[in-house]
Structures are given as C-alpha cells and as structure tokens.
C-alpha cells in the first residue's frame, strides 16, 4: 500500500505529516480526513466546490483521470498548478504520494458571503 507525504500546511498539518498504508482506490480527501488532517471539504466531496484541492507534488500520474467537470472547477481553485486535483475526486493509486495543500482555499459559506 503506498504512502502519503502531506507538505507543511500552517493551520492544517504545521509540521507535515506520512500517512503509512493508504488505501488503494479511496480518495486522497477521506485519507486525509481519516488521519486527522481536516482539509475543508465544504460540498461533502459530491465535487461541487474546490475547498479542497490540493497540489500533488509526486505520483499525479497513479491517481484516475480528471473528469471533466473537476477540471472546469479546478479553473476556479486558488493556486491553480498544473498538479492540481480536487482530493475528494482523485483516487490513491499504487504509488506513493507527495501533496501540498494550499495556503488559500475559497470558500465562501465559511467566509459569510
């Protein structure tokens, strides 16, 4: 099974963290989840926002293809790189994982617009 590497986040994952064991076909949003890092998720991942894209950084070429509506929201994202997946969407393949999340996510329930 292979392994997450989550990159430094000030408020979500201060010192990073590795995720042993993460299971093939789950995404990378209830992973995260499942190991106490609590990346917003505002849609209950039905991908329908972009609260919580992330940016891989290593492995972007295990996990299942963008559909095309992620990629329309994606468009939308904060932070916008190439790498960029929505985590709820994007499915843990066999390789391990380096991922980032961004600084900044859009979320406008939780900024009372």
């Not at 950084?57 to 190439?82: Q, T, Y």
Request: aromatic letters at 2%; one cysteine or more; glycine letters at 4%.
């Amino acid at each position: 099974m292979p392994k997450i590497t989550v990159l430094p986040h000030e408020t979500l994952c201060p010192k990073g963290k590795v995720i042993e064991n993460a299971p093939v076909g789950q995404s990378i949003c209830v992973t995260l989840l499942e190991n106490d890092i609590e990346i917003e998720h505002a849609c209950e991942m039905s991908c329908a926002c972009t609260t919580c894209h992330v940016v891989v950084r290593k492995g972007i070429n295990s996990l299942n293809e963008a559909s095309e509506i992620e990629e329309d929201l994606l468009d939308m994202a904060w932070g916008l790189e190439a790498d960029s997946r929505l985590s709820c969407q994007a499915l843990i393949g066999e390789e391990d994982l380096t991922v980032e999340i961004p600084k900044y996510t859009i979320n406008h329930a939780r900024e009372n617009h």
